[in-house]
């Protein structure tokens, strides 16, 4: 298993991205992204993701150079068309006009479709707490007919509609939570399946509805399960109405959704308007140390709030390097191979 940079990473995601057709700094852009997800340890976003972004380039459901536009514009309010631009482009586009909408009217929601995948949502939420602002992003969308099944049935029609959100802190760093409303991403099953790995029961149903351990049965007409039963279940309905139905994207059931493609729902909202900045930040740090100080349970070192994993993780990854496992590393390199261009370790 080969290890590398954060820098090395990016610069051989750039390379393959340019010799795509993708111009420079989106090519850089996206590749950034994707490597800020391996550093974080959330590889099921990282340069996994290349091949199939290229295979989307070559079949049209990327338009690398295309330029997102603005719908509708209430002043608080957006709606945007992604163009079929890269999502990673679209998404930074919309969370910093939410961002400017938001110290403007206290508020700020964008909405928008016609995007193939976003990659790890955390990143845009984070962008609106590094600007001291409460951020939300919700996300459906999936291959047609989707990939979770509702809770009590076992055939698939919802994708796996992940919610993300980040609150900015005082003394600690913002807390950002982002998870999907299916028990697990379907890029942690692609992962799994990667390395050659078992999953744990409960991630996937086979296509008669039993638990299964191996994650290939979710590409042979299983289903991901909702977290947690039914709750899960009913917050990825909601995430369906607020970023697929608003956004006009609909959800993977609909006549017309012929292919993978994203619906997203952002919002920054500008925590000041509620209390002053000095009580509000000590109020958040109050709630972080009772969190961490709490005791610990048996078997645990005690509580983290949400993001601390990946910060630490992405401490490790700066010192140690990114490990990219055999056959993602061997998928990379035969991608490469077909646009004439050679990765050297």
Not at 279 to 305: H, M, N, R
Not at 316 to 332: H, M, Q, S, Y
């Amino acid at each position: 298993m080969p290890t590398f940079t954060a820098t090395k990473l990016v610069e051989i995601g750039a390379v393959i991205f340019v010799s795509a057709g993708v111009p420079e700094p989106i090519a850089r852009r996206v590749a950034g992204s994707l490597v800020l997800s391996n550093l974080l340890g959330v590889d099921s976003h990282g340069v996994i993701r290349i091949p199939q972004y290229l295979d989307e380039i070559e079949a049209g459901g990327i338009v690398p150079d295309a330029e997102p536009r603005v719908v509708r514009d209430n002043g608080a309010l957006v709606l945007m068309d992604g163009q079929n631009a890269f999502g990673q482009i679209v998404a930074e586009r919309a969370m910093r006009l939410a961002i400017e909408k938001a110290k403007q009217h206290v508020i700020g929601v964008v909405s928008f479709s016609r995007v193939l995948h976003i990659g790890r949502v955390g990143e845009w939420v984070t962008l609106a707490a590094n600007a001291g602002l409460f951020g939300l992003a919700l996300v459906n969308g999936s291959r047609p007919g989707g990939l979770v099944a509702p809770f009590g049935a076992r055939q698939r029609v919802m994708g796996t509609n992940p919610i993300a959100f980040a609150i900015p802190a005082g003394l600690y760093p913002p807390l950002v939570a982002d998870f999907s409303t299916s028990a697990v991403a379907e890029g942690k099953i692609r992962l799994a399946s990667a390395k050659g790995e078992q999953i744990p029961l409960g991630w996937v149903i086979d296509r008669e509805g039993r638990p299964t351990s191996n994650p290939d049965d979710l590409y042979e007409d299983g289903a991901l399960q909702p977290f947690g039963g039914y709750k899960g279940y009913s917050l990825s309905l909601l995430v369906d109405v607020l970023a697929g139905i608003l956004s006009g994207s609909n959800t993977p059931v609909f006549p017309g959704f012929t292919r993978l493609q994203n619906g997203v729902f952002m919002l920054a909202l500008d925590v000041t308007f509620f209390r002053p900045a000095d009580e509000y930040y000590e109020a958040v740090d109050i709630l972080f140390d009772a969190v961490k100080q709490a005791a610990p349970a048996e078997g645990t070192s005690g509580a983290l709030v949400p993001g601390e994993p990946e910060l630490r993780c992405r401490a490790e990854r700066e010192r140690n390097g990114i490990p990219v496992d055999d056959k993602t590393w061997a998928a990379l390199q035969e991608a490469a191979a077909e646009l004439n261009i050679d990765l050297e370790l």
